[in-house]
């Protein structure tokens, strides 16, 4: 059984929506000061140590499920470290602090600063290795789509209750080499293709709102962190997703049966990935398709967030206006 199925006993205290937004756009900030420099690692490291000093100013006792690795892999940030001033409610959180790194070093559109947070047990704790995935967005019949289905029938299936011909339904992919067969099977039904570069926590969250973004579909294999990330996102906002493990070598498994996971093939729900009162924040560093990038002033800086709570399904945009500047500033 994973860490993930032990049952959170309460809700999160709604404040924690708000303080989390505070946290992805101190990140946001950091890393776009460094957006187009071509230096990846550095952006990285800006928007590490700005969401790990925010995080730590927070009245919980958190612990992070999804990081930047394992301790041994990150200095900050990672699998299993403690933030949080101890003082509140035991929560799991998952983080990505800068979705699209080289999206942010080539500033190129969808880089994000995310993070979701859970009582504790409410994420799945996945290992740092690949996650086949397939999500759809709100509105359609349980059980549309399926990762055991071929990518045909699932493509049908969301034409069919969106009440379109499967030429008007587009797909979002990773362009990756390992995708190539996907493609194929996708276009061969008539259907168009998104690619992306990075960034597939942004790709699932497309599906979403389609009218806005053209995306009706998420599939492929990408980062299992970045799975956990986007089932937050979608049980707050709606939608269906499931993924599985991708895992290939000795040491994957070692690492996921520490981590409580015993089935290696087991196929995740969203439900699975991210359960009870799920909060999530994202702040768009570099402009994109629902976000705003981090926009530099003269005296201030404006942000662009979202902020979503599972329980209420309650979705607030945030512009934000930032005259105090220096609070972006590391002490």
């Keep these: 059984m994973s860490k993930k199925q032990a049952a959170p006993s309460s809700a999160l205290d709604r404040i924690l929506t708000l303080e989390l937004a505070r946290?992805?756009?101190?990140?946001?900030?950091?890393?776009?000061?460094?957006?187009?420099?071509?230096?990846e690692m550095a952006a990285d490291q800006a928007a590490v140590d700005a969401m790990r000093r925010e995080l730590n100013r927070l009245?919980?006792?958190?612990?992070?499920?999804?990081?930047?690795g394992e301790r041994d892999e990150a200095p900050m940030?990672?699998?299993?470290?403690?933030?949080?001033?101890?003082?509140?409610?035991?929560?799991d959180?998952?983080?990505?602090?800068?979705?699209?790194?080289?999206?942010?070093?080539?500033?190129?559109?969808?880089?994000?600063?995310?993070?979701?947070?859970?009582?504790?047990?409410?994420?799945?704790?996945?290992?740092?290795?690949?996650?086949e995935k397939i999500a759809i967005g709100p509105g359609y019949p349980a059980g549309t789509v399926d990762l055991d289905a071929p990518i045909a029938e699932n493509m049908a299936n969301v034409a069919k209750a969106k009440g379109v011909k499967i030429s008007e339904i587009t797909a979002c992919v990773l362009d990756r080499p390992r995708h190539a067969r996907l493609i194929e099977d996708i276009r061969a039904t008539g259907a168009a293709i998104r690619l992306i570069g990075d960034g597939d926590?942004?790709?699932?969250?497309?599906?979403?709102?389609?009218?806005?973004?053209?995306?009706?579909?998420?599939a492929g294999i990408g980062g299992a962190p970045e799975g956990v990330l986007a089932a937050a996102?979608?049980?707050?906002?709606?939608?269906?997703?499931?993924?599985?493990?991708?895992?290939?070598?000795?040491?994957?498994?070692?690492?996921?049966?520490?981590?409580?996971?015993?089935?290696?093939?087991?196929?995740?729900?969203?439900?699975?990935?991210?359960?009870?009162?799920?909060?999530?924040?994202?702040?768009?560093?570099?402009?994109?398709?629902?976000?705003q990038g981090v926009r530099f002033g003269r005296s201030h800086i404006t942000t662009h967030t979202v902020v979503m709570r599972s329980s209420t399904g309650t979705v607030r945009y945030i512009k934000a206006q930032h005259t105090q500047i220096e609070k972006f500033h590391l002490d």
């Design 23 to 39: 946290v992805t756009e101190r990140a946001a900030v950091a890393a776009a000061r460094l957006r187009g420099h071509g230096d």
């Design 59 to 68: 009245p919980i006792d958190g612990t992070v499920v999804i990081g930047e």
């Design 77 to 91: 940030l990672y699998i299993g470290e403690s933030v949080g001033t101890k003082q509140g409610a035991k929560v």
């Design 93 to 131: 959180i998952a983080l990505d602090p800068l979705e699209g790194t080289t999206i942010c070093a080539k500033n190129l559109p969808n880089s994000l600063a995310v993070i979701a947070m859970a009582p504790a047990g409410g994420l799945l704790n996945a290992p740092d290795s690949y996650m």
């Design 201 to 218: 926590v942004a790709g699932v969250i497309h599906t979403t709102d389609p009218e806005e973004t053209g995306i009706d579909l998420y």
């Design 233 to 291: 996102a979608l049980r707050c906002i709606g939608g269906q997703m499931q993924g599985r493990l991708v895992i290939t070598r000795e040491e994957q498994v070692e690492r996921a049966h520490r981590m409580g996971i015993s089935d290696i093939k087991r196929k995740y729900t969203l439900e699975e990935m991210a359960c009870e009162d799920v909060l999530f924040a994202a702040t768009g560093v570099t402009d994109g398709n629902f976000l």
